[in-house]
T-cell receptor, first 118, second 111 residues
């Protein structure tokens, strides 16, 4: 149980275009999902917390107009990188918190999406 | 400011050796998780500890949560090449709150 999927797993796009990444909890409902960014050989950096049916909460320094997050259902959250630039190239990982069963603090992670902006 | 200090950052050892990874903070955590991540993949949950002084074992891996719930350790016995990866600790300050990640420990086990 507690499987989280991400799509796509790898995307290459031109500078200036927008890219949408999907995060799905496959076998549980997730009222809260999290979006992280990870640079090579570094730890995860939380970008935003996504709550179903409400606006996402962004971490300091993360542009909410550039990284649009939508959490329309209990099993799906999307991250759209708008007007992508090469510096947005990174590994984006989502996670979901399982509720009501299991530890409320435990997060299950998706496999990640590698974004390369040319 | 990184609230969780993880050490060492890098560790290269021979197969069969033992090792310990530490995760320290000045803050109290309601729970702490350990994850293992391989290149190009998302972190995989190894264990969650919630009680001060708690010890959990997962085959050759032993996890301990400090009595004051401010620190944790991961001990691997007789490391194998398959243990190679990035180990991450992550703590939550309040039940249901977001996780704060340590900087990670990159482990390489040579055959």
């Amino acid at each position: 149980g507690a499987v989280v999927s991400q799509h796509p797993s790898w995307v290459i796009c031109k500078s200036g275009t927008s890219v949408k990444i999907e995060c799905r909890s496959l076998d549980f409902q997730a009222t809260t999902m999290f979006w992280y960014r990870q640079f090579p050989k570094q730890s995860l950096m939380l970008m935003a917390t996504s709550n179903e049916g409400s606006k996402a909460t962004y971490e300091q320094g993360v542009e909410k107009d550039k990284f649009l997050i939508n959490h329309a259902s209990l099993t799906l959250s999307t991250l759209t990188v708008t007007s992508a630039h090469p510096e947005d190239s990174s590994f984006y990982i989502c996670s979901a918190r399982d509720t009501p069963w299991g530890s409320a603090d435990t997060q299950y992670f998706g496999p990640g999406t590698r974004l390369t902006v040319l | 400011t990184q609230l969780l200090e993880q050490s060492p950052q890098f560790l290269s050892i021979q197969e069969g050796e033992n090792l310990t990874v530490y995760c320290n903070s000045s803050s109290v955590f309601s729970s702490l998780q350990w994850y293992r991540q391989e290149p190009g993949e998302g972190p995989v949950l190894l264990v969650t500890v919630v009680t001060g002084g708690e010890v959990k074992k997962l085959k050759r891996l032993t996890f301990q949560f400090g009595d004051a719930r401010k620190d944790s350790s991961l001990h691997i016995t007789a490391a194998q090449p398959g243990d190679t990866g990035l180990y991450l600790c992550a703590g939550a300050h309040n039940a249901g709150n977001m996780l704060t990640f340590g900087g990670g420990t990159r482990l390489m086990v040579k055959p």
